[in-house]
């Protein structure tokens, strides 16, 4: 038996056990570790397969922290193919650019020597083509998810503590900091950037098993849509704009139906001494840090709360995870490849994984209807497959976001602050987040399966 304890490498007795949800011999039974947007949509995506899942937060309810994030089409196609439900729920919440293309300005420099001249300098746009642009609100999508997830499904206050992997055809114990425990044939670690899954997969002594700081922190707001609009004009407020500069850049796009702005803007810093990943900060601290930027950029920054938060930046790019399964137990989402937010690809990359282990997963009903092989043994199949179809994208997609960072902040060695260049290298690395071939990736994710299977 493998056994995957707590960092002193002790498994704790338990004094109580909370029972898996009764299922046929041939269901499979997955616990996901998380209740954020990846974990609700890893759910909805399994029980449209039949699988019987159990959802553990250790919250009290289901709640996402942050503000904003975007779905271009390719996520929203992954959505559907996920469960159709997520779309829906994605779409009831979200709000559409109005225009067809995302704006780059310079926001550092003016273009007169008016101080309240507002006009900026259009670098160049990038044209959306096909790809569509949904911004909502982080906790808006995730109160409609929830709706589409039937009752008795999630568990809270269900905070991890280790697990037991059983050998052959024995389940997985999953032990509670609250003293219970609960069984399943296989769990899925969506617990976001400071994973407790990661942990106990890798050792809490394993640098692959913590983020790392980026030394960027972010300033985050919303601000309501008629004070944006009579701030910005209506053009900037009702559509996404990049305001680029030296070491700092400036991000707003409309959610919630266009009656908010979000509004973020990322800045250096050295170290993060703090336990948490957030801070307090003033506006005028903020105000500081983009005190010699053009007019625009400091009116969106004036809108801001007089307090607020700063977010720092952590990502797994300095010790990406060697695989995001072993055995049974695999990670999805930040909990497998957090990214820093530049491209803003994160979540639709977690609703990406959603939609491969779906994918495998239902090849494994499939083998266990033929009867031939074990259910373990599938799904470490499954898992693997998994881990083939998106390891290598999704770690290209940190270290992406790291360097697309750099082009906004006129740092990247190749483009400095050059339009033509910046706008070139953008390009490119967008592309090949919107236009992924998501029906290739689910062949590759049942091809591996397939060769896993079969002992390849």
């Known amino acids: 038996m493998h056994t995957s304890n707590d960092e002193n490498g002790v498994t704790h007795a338990t004094n109580g056990t909370t029972s898996p949800v009764d299922h046929p011999s041939k269901q499979i039974s997955i616990a996901i570790v998380g209740g954020g947007i ?70 550092y420099h003016t273009l007169s020597d008016d101080p309240n001249d507002m006009s900026e300098r259009e670098l ?20 409609e998810l929830v709706k589409h997830i039937p009752e008795g499904v999630v568990e809270f206050q269900k905070r991890l503590h280790s697990y037991e992997q059983g050998d052959g055809d024995g389940p997985i114990t999953l032990h509670f900091e609250d ?17 407790r899954v990661r942990q106990l997969l890798f050792g809490r002594d394993n640098p692959s098993s913590h983020p790392s700081f980026c030394r960027k922190v972010a300033f985050r707001g919303l601000v309501k849509m008629d004070k944006a609009v009579a701030a910005l004009g209506p053009e900037k407020a009702h559509n996404q704009c990049m305001h680029m500069g030296p070491r700092a850049h400036v991000l707003n796009f409309p959610i919630a139906q266009h009656t908010l702005i979000n509004v973020v803007a990322f800045a250096d810093e050295a170290e993060w001494p703090h336990e ?31 307090s607020t938060d700063k977010w720092a930046i952590f990502d797994t790019y300095d010790h990406p995870a060697p695989s995001f399964s072993v055995g049974r137990i695999c990670m999805a989402g930040d909990a497998a490849h957090a990214s820093s937010p530049h491209h803003g690809a994160g979540a639709g990359f977690g609703v990406e994984d959603a ?16 009867g031939k092989v074990g259910r373990n ?64 990736m689910v062949r590759d994710a049942r091809s591996a399966y397939q060769r896993f299977i079969q002992g390849g």
């Open 124 to 143: 160049f746009r990038l044209h959306a083509g096909k790809t569509g642009f949904d911004g909502c609100h982080r906790a808006h999508f995730l109160d």
């Open 276 to 306: 948490k990943m957030t801070a307090p900060v003033s506006r005028q601290e903020i105000m500081e840090v983009f005190k010699e930027w053009n007019p625009t950029v400091r009116t969106i920054v004036s809108l801001l709360e007089d």
């Open 377 to 440: 043994t599938a799904l470490e199949a499954a898992f693997q497959a998994y881990d083939a179809a998106r390891r290598q994208r999704c770690q290209w997609l940190v270290k992406s976001s790291r360097e697309v960072c750099d082009v906004y902040e006129w740092a990247h060695p190749e483009c400095g602050s050059e339009p033509e260049k910046c706008l070139k290298e953008i390009e490119w690395r967008a592309h090949k987040i919107w236009y992924f071939d998501i029906e290739g």
């Open 355 to 370: 939609l491969a282990l779906a994918t495998v997963v239902d090849e494994v009903n499939a083998t266990l209807a033929d």
């Open 179 to 195: 003293g219970t425990s609960a069984t399943a044939d296989a769990v899925i670690g969506c617990d976001g950037i400071r994973s």
């Open 38 to 107: 990846v974990g609700c949509v890893t759910a909805l995506g399994l029980l449209k397969r039949g699988v019987s899942v159990k959802l553990y937060e250790q919250a009290r309810s289901l709640r996402e922290i942050g503000a904003g994030l975007a779905f271009t089409t390719n996520a929203q196609r992954c959505m559907e193919l996920t469960n159709s439900d997520i779309l829906a729920a994605m779409k009831a919440v979200s709000t559409e650019n109005e225009l067809a293309y995302y704006t780059y300005k310079d926001g």
